[in-house]
């Protein structure tokens, strides 16, 4: 192998993770894995979202076209998404409330919207779960890198006063991998930030969609109500 072929392996990635001390090793390695962990989490929450919200626009858009809540709600009992929990929870409410007798039609009215808003929340709860990983991956994962840079730069120094040589060639080794462990860090942060972002925003566009949902709904029962 060349002088230049050798330099090249040597300050290829690789040869940068295999001559790096074990305490710089172990920072790219937890980069690494965090950097895998998420673009998992990006691809499994946003298709669950997806499909989540997809599930509920169809449940919602079949609830305006019939013409019998109660029977709806009877034939959609096992449908598995936001909306169709609402519906369970607020009609479920509304016949308990009907049962015990129409005393107190506003109180009524609260315990179907606070029905209705806490399988909403339930749901939301369940789409959020591990975006607060992103956020802390996106926000830790560029001062890890930071600490294998120093690390680095530190062992760079000390190949310097070891070898009582100041060229170029004793460092560059040590800053270079010093400098990828930055790499990785970015490498690991960047997409977690641009994802916590993109799927809150998202998540807050799901959840306005089911507040509007749980409003108009809430006044069909309202005006069910006001027949009782």
Known sequence: MTDAAANDHVMSPLGLFMQ?????????????????WTWGIIFTHSARL?????????????FWKAKDINGFVDAHRADDNASARMLRAGVDEYHRSVKAGL?????????IAVATEDAM???????????????????????????????????????IAGANNTS??????????????????????????????????????????????SDRFQSTLSRQLERQ
């Open 20 to 36: 790096a001390d074990i305490v710089v090793k172990a920072v790219m390695i937890g980069l690494l894995l965090a950097s895998v």
């Open 50 to 62: 997806t499909l989540a919200r997809s599930k509920s626009r169809k449940t919602a858009d079949a």
């Open 103 to 111: 005393t107190d039609r506003a109180a009524a009215r609260d315990r």
């Open 121 to 159: 929340g339930g749901e939301l709860e369940k789409l959020s779960d591990r975006l607060n990983i992103l956020a802390t991956i996106g926000s830790v994962a560029p001062f890890v890198g930071l600490f294998g840079t120093v690390w680095g730069i530190m062992r760079s120094f000390t190949a």
């Open 168 to 213: 170029l060639a004793v460092v560059a080794p040590g800053i270079a991998e010093a400098l990828f462990a930055t790499a990785i860090g970015l490498f690991a942060a960047i997409p977690a930030v641009i994802a916590y972002n993109r799927l809150t925003h998202r998540l807050d566009a799901f959840e306005n969609e089911l507040t509007r949902f």
